[in-house]
C-alpha cells in the first residue's frame, strides 16, 4: 500500500476505533465500572455541577458530548466484563487465556478491516489488565498471538491505542522492562503500594481513583468538600457505601486507605455544624506527582491539552518552576556541603 494511503487508513482506524468506543460504551451503561471522560467545547471540569465556577471554559473540537455525559456512558465493560470475573484457578486462568487467541478470517472489505482493529484493540485491553491482576508478564510474543499474524504490521498501533485506554482508566503506564526477554508491566503512576492495587495481593490498580480525586481537588482550589468529590465520582457511578468491583468500597478507599497512605488529607471544616469535611493532597501525593502530572492526567482522559484549563495550566507551570528552583537549591546546598 503506497505511504499515502497508509496514512490515511491509519487515521481512519484511529477515527474507527474511537467511533466504537464510544458505541460500546454507550451500549454497556447498566454494568457499573471506571469511566474514560471525553472533552466537549467547554471545560470537561467546569460542565459538572460539583465543580462548576473554578475552571475556564477550553476548546476540544472533535467531541460531541459533555463531560457528565461521557462520565455516565463510558463505562470499561469491554475491559472489566471477563477481567473481574477472573478465578485464581491456574487451569481456569490457561482456559481463559486461551479464549483469547481465536482464528482470524482475512477481511472482505476495509471497514471490515477496521472493525477486525478495533477487536484487537479490545482484546488486547483485556488481556493487558487480565495479566496485570494475575501479577503475570506480559510478554511481546503473547500480544503477538492475539494481535495476529494477519495483522503484525499494525502491532505498533494496536498496542498503543490499547495501552493508551487503559491508561486513561487506571492511571498506569505500559513500560517495556526487559528489553531483552521483551516483556512488559503496568505501572502505576504514582508509588501506591503493591504497584497501583494499594493492598496486597492480586487485583486491578486503583491509581485511577487517586489521580481523579487528586484532579477534583486541583480544580477546586487545592482544597474540596467532600460532598463535592462525591458528586463528581457519582457521574462515574462510583458510590459511597456501594462495593465497587475495582476499588471496593470507595469510601473506605478514599477516606481511611489513601489517607493512611499520606496521598490525601481527610479534615474537618472549621466550625461545622453538623460536621462536615474535606480533602487535600496529602504529601506523598506532593512529593510523587505534580500539579501539572494531575493536568495532563485530566486532559488524556477529557481528550484535549492542558492549556485548555487555562487558570490552573498557569498555576501548574508556576508550580513547575517552583519544584526546578526547590531541586536546583538542594543541589546546590549538597555540593556545598560536600566542598566544605
Known amino acids: 500500500m503506497p505511504r499515502g494511503q497508509k496514512s490515511k487508513h491509519r487515521t481512519r482506524t484511529r477515527t474507527h476505533t474511537r467511533e466504537k468506543r464510544h458505541q460500546s460504551h454507550g451500549d454497556s451503561q447498566s454494568n457499573e465500572g471506571v469511566q474514560s471522560p471525553e472533552a466537549q467545547e467547554e471545560s470537561p471540569i467546569s ?6 465556577g473554578n475552571t475556564q471554559s477550553l476548546s476540544a473540537p472533535e467531541s460531541t458530548s459533555t463531560f457528565q455525559e461521557s462520565c455516565r456512558a463510558s463505562s470499561t465493560t469491554i475491559i472489566t466484563s ?4 477472573t478465578r485464581s484457578d491456574e487451569g481456569e486462568n490457561s482456559q481463559d487465556e486461551e479464549n483469547l487467541y481465536f482464528s482470524e ?7 471490515e478491516c477496521l472493525d477486525i482493529l478495533t477487536m484487537k484493540v479490545s ?5 493487558l489488565l487480565y495479566r496485570y491482576k494475575m501479577k503475570q508478564p506480559i510478554m511481546k510474543e503473547d500480544i503477538l498471538n492475539i494481535i495476529g499474524q494477519n495483522y ?3 502491532y505498533s498501533e494496536i498496542l498503543k491505542q490499547a495501552s493508551e485506554h487503559i491508561e486513561i482508566i487506571f492511571a498506569v503506564d505500559l513500560k517495556e522492562i526487559d528489553s531483552t526477554g521483551h516483556s512488559y508491566d503496568l505501572v502505576s503512576k504514582v508509588k501506591l503500594p503493591n504497584n497501583g492495587r494499594v493492598r496486597a495481593g492480586r ?11 487528586l484532579g477534583v481537588i486541583f480544580m477546586k482550589g487545592n482544597c474540596a468538600a467532600e460532598e463535592d468529590i462525591w458528586k463528581f465520582l457519582g457521574m462515574m457511578r462510583v458510590y459511597a457505601g456501594r462495593k465497587h468491583f475495582i476499588y471496593g468500597e470507595p ?20 466550625n461545622s ?9 496529602g504529601p506523598k501525593a506532593q512529593a510523587e506527582t505534580s500539579k501539572m502530572q494531575v493536568l495532563e492526567f485530566l486532559a488524556k482522559v477529557s481528550d484535549t491539552v492542558p492549556s485548555a484549563f487555562s487558570t490552573r495550566y498557569e498555576e501548574a507551570l508556576r508550580d513547575e518552576e517552583e519544584r526546578v528552583q526547590a531541586r536546583r537549591s538542594a543541589r546546590h546546598y549538597c555540593y556545598s556541603q560536600y566542598v566544605l
Open 152 to 154: 503484525k504490521d499494525h
Open 123 to 127: 482484546l488486547l485491553e483485556q488481556f
Open 47 to 52: 460542565s459538572s455541577p460539583a465543580l462548576e
Open 105 to 111: 478470517p482475512l477481511p472482505s472489505s476495509e471497514s
Open 273 to 281: 455544624d453538623p460536621p462536615r469535611y474535606e480533602l487535600l493532597w
Open 251 to 270: 469510601r473506605k478507599l478514599i477516606t481511611k486507605d489513601l489517607v493512611r497512605l499520606q496521598y490525601l488529607e481527610y479534615r474537618q471544616v472549621s
Open 82 to 85: 471477563d477481567i473481574s470475573g
Open 203 to 213: 487485583g486491578l490498580p486503583k491509581t485511577g481513583l487517586l489521580m481523579t480525586v
